[in-house]
């Protein structure tokens, strides 16, 4: 009877205490659904740490946890990573594991990536076919 009664008095807290599990159902999703970072946001958090660092675009990095903040400092463009808590920035390269290559490489060479079609050919000195399908530009420093 004594065992009866313990059993059933348990049963009401097991019952009440497997509703929290689902309070958290969210977790594992994705971050950038709850989450935001602005331009802002992000130059005042790394200027903490860098201030002469100008912050060019803000947005989530494939692992989803974390964003990835195109950056400037010196002329040089470079990739940082925040946390989405903004407590933690990261420096370095982030690996895809599965794919076996290097993300932020991939990233840094996006925002490096220069559209041939904005630089002026007025001048050029043309060497071959001007009318060619393919074009390789040089830049030279005479001087």
Known sequence: MLKRLFILSLLPFCVLSGGTSFAFETKGQDCSKCH????????????????????????????????????????????????????????????????????????????NRIDVSQIPLKDALVMGDPKARLRVIVFTDPD
């Open 36 to 111: 935001t970072l602005t331009r802002d946001e992000a130059s005042d958090l790394i200027k903490t740490m860098s201030p002469n660092i100008k912050i060019l675009e803000v947005r989530f990095s494939p692992s989803k946890a974390l964003w990835e903040v195109f950056s400037e400092s010196g002329g040089r463009k470079m990739i940082l990573y925040v946390d989405v808590t903004k407590k933690y920035l990261i420096s370095g390269s982030m690996y895809s594991l599965k794919e076996r290559k290097n993300l932020t490489q991939e990233s840094l060479s996006a925002l």
